[in-house]
C-alpha cells in the first residue's frame, strides 16, 4: 500500500469511526427506543445536530472508501477498513467509559494483526 493509498485509507477510517461517535452521542440525546415511542425517535433523527453530523461523516468516509477502491483490491481495502471497529472500541472507552473485556481487546490485537498481513507488500 502507498502512502497515498494508505492516507485514504486513513481518512476513510477516521471518517467513519467520528460518524459513529457522533451517532452514539445523537442516540444518547434521544434515549432508549420503544413501541410508544419509536416514531417520534424516527422523526428527531432529522432534527438532531449530532446524527445529521454523524450521517455526514459517514459519507465522507464512504467516499474516500471508494476513492481507496480505484487503487487497491478490494481483498486490501475491505479488510483495511476493519480498523474501523478498534478504533471504535478504543474510543467508546476514552469517550463514552465502556467497559473493555480483556477478550474483546485479544480480538482487537487479532484484527490489527490481520490488518499488517493483509496490507503488507514486500
Do not use: D
Not at 452514539?24 to 432508549?32: N, P, Q
Not at 465502556?98 to 490485537?109: D, K, W
Request: net charge positive; glycine share 10%; hydrophobic share 55%.
Amino acid at each position: 500500500m502507498t502512502p497515498q493509498e494508505f492516507g485514504l485509507m486513513l481518512i476513510s477510517v477516521l471518517a467513519s469511526v467520528a460518524g459513529q461517535v457522533f451517532l452514539k452521542i445523537g442516540a444518547v440525546k434521544l434515549g432508549k427506543v420503544n413501541a410508544a415511542n419509536a416514531i417520534n425517535h424516527i422523526l428527531s433523527i432529522i432534527t438532531t445536530p449530532e446524527l445529521l453530523i454523524g450521517l455526514g461523516c459517514y459519507g465522507v468516509g464512504a467516499l474516500f472508501y471508494i476513492l481507496l477502491l480505484t487503487r487497491v483490491n478490494l481483498s486490501v481495502a475491505g479488510p483495511a477498513a476493519s480498523l474501523v471497529y478498534v478504533f471504535s472500541v478504543l474510543l467508546g472507552y476514552f469517550i463514552f467509559k465502556e467497559y473493555i473485556p480483556v477478550t474483546r481487546l485479544a480480538g482487537l490485537s487479532f484484527i490489527v494483526a490481520g490488518v499488517i498481513l493483509v496490507v503488507w507488500q514486500k
